[in-house]
């Protein structure tokens, strides 16, 4: 949050280590190899663990991590962040959890389709008893930026937007300012046509003291930009057509599909079959030449007796589709299960920061009941109500899981990481998966 405060002309380049539910190798504005990425992620946790949480290293030596992950991360990634906590904070044990099946006991469920609304991507997959189903996830490459980014060029094209000078590609400021209107003021449902007439206002610093205030008044598209959730071909057009011609040349350079790209703030990023498998290409360069960790051969084998996801395999990207009918796919890919998907449709549970929209819930269930095959005994959509804000749902979750798993089978210890990793066969026998948990082990040789 210090971050977004900056002062337009402050003296920093702002690198965001994670961007699109990945590991952001492509850096911002300045080139980045996997290490220094990673070397960022240590230097942040670091910080908000001494300076927030005020958790020396000695006293860390004392307490274990739980360690939430998004479901997109591959095992090199993994790897590296049990790694940061375990060696270089000094955490004396560490369990691994998928943002999903933290969502789902974040929500009170055992069974749930979790659909998380990121800021640069959204993912969709059913969770059964702690184990994701892998026939069920969907990536979708967009997310609350996107419509922040929409929402401005649908302004812009009414004439409603009166500062001018907005650029969320180069300024901080910018982008915060059009999270907030998106958080604050746009409407689904039967609450849209209120908002209609809703004005918005906002402030804009700019260099020592001088601010300005503007006003706003969203019109139809306080209603009509959060519809791209169901159809992201209009945050396509939106964000495009705001993305620099010197950005847009690149990407088509690079023959590498997108809805958006990795821009100056690092605030969106293309996602597709060929970027989601970056990380997971053995000693492919980076930007500087550097080139990224290649897994062991012993490690890639354990990794695939534990079902750890493959980022190109598991993962159906490419086709960009509306979030009701990415969610109605997930939950049909349970071929043979009819009682199983009924329950599923019965138990939809949110996540993300992107999914705090109001009225979402009761669009979205309407929209995915009006989906489903008529060949299919479901008849009743339901969407978990929170008691939370939708971003905590999966700390929520994470804390439950540290609580439920009294035997600690699946802890990773850190004399046992330190001491050459954890292995197949070792003498102490871990849990693999624990069904508590669903854990994402990654057996590494360090």
């Known amino acids: 949050e210090e971050v977004l405060r900056l002062a337009p002309d402050a003296p920093y380049k702002v690198h965001w280590p994670v961007v699109g539910g990945r590991l952001n190798l492509q850096g911002s504005g300045v080139a980045h190899c996997a290490r ?57 044990s560490v369990v691994v959890h998928q943002e999903s099946v933290a969502s789902l006991f974040g929500s009170g469920a055992s069974v749930s389709c979790v659909v998380n609304i990121g800021a640069q991507s959204t993912t969709v997959c059913c969770v059964e ?77 700019g260099s020592k003291t001088d601010s300005r205030q503007y006003s706003v008044k969203l019109g139809n598209a306080g209603r009509i930009v959060p519809m791209g959730l169901f159809h992201p071909l209009m945050l396509q057009t939106a964000v495009r057509s705001l993305t620099p011609p010197e950005e847009e040349e690149s990407a088509e350079e690079a023959g590498v599909p997108k809805l958006a790209r990795v821009d100056t703030t690092g605030s969106l990023h293309s996602l597709s079959s060929a970027n989601l498998a970056t990380a997971q290409t053995p000693t492919q360069p980076a930007p500087n030449g550097t080139p990224i ?28 589709t509306g979030l009701d009918q990415a969610v109605v796919k997930s939950i049909l890919s349970c071929v043979g299960r009819p009682d199983l998907k009924r329950r599923l449709f019965s138990n939809i549970a949110l996540a993300g920061g992107g999914a705090n929209l109001k009225g979402l819930i009761e669009i979205l269930e309407e929209r995915v009941l009006m989906s489903i095959p008529a060949d299919e005994e479901a008849d009743t959509v339901e969407v978990i109500k929170a008691k939370v804000d939708f971003s905590h749902v999966p700390w929520h979750g994470a804390v439950l899981l ?43 040789t360090v």
Request: charged share 20%; with cysteine.
């Open 36 to 92: 220094q990425t990673t070397d960022d992620l240590e230097n942040i946790w670091t910080w908000a663990l001494e300076h927030k949480l005020q958790l020396t290293r000695k006293e860390r030596a004392q307490l274990s991590a739980v360690l939430v992950l998004p479901d997109t991360f591959c095992a090199w990634e993994i790897k590296e962040a049990t790694d940061i906590l375990l060696r270089k904070l000094g955490f004396s």
């Open 129 to 205: 008893e702690g184990q994701v189903l892998p026939r069920s996830r969907i990536l979708l490459p967009f997310g609350g930026v996107h419509l922040s980014e929409t929402l401005l060029w649908a302004l812009q094209h009414t004439n409603m937007w009166q500062y001018g000078a907005c650029s969320p590609h180069k300024s901080l400021h910018d982008a915060h300012i059009l999270d907030s209107l998106r958080e604050e003021h746009l409407v689904l449902g039967e609450e849209a046509a209120q908002g209609m007439l809703e004005t918005a206002q906002f402030v804009v610093h």
């Open 293 to 320: 960790p290649e897994p062991s051969r012993q490690a890639a084998i354990a990794g695939a007796q534990v079902g750890l996801p493959s980022a190109e395999d598991e993962w159906r990207v490419g086709e960009i």
């Open 402 to 444: 540290g609580v439920l798993d009294f035997a600690r089978d699946a802890w990773v210890q850190q004399e046992d990481w330190l001491d050459g990793g954890v292995k197949v066969g070792d003498s102490r026998k871990y849990s693999i998966p624990c069904n508590v948990s669903s854990q994402l082990f990654w057996f590494s």
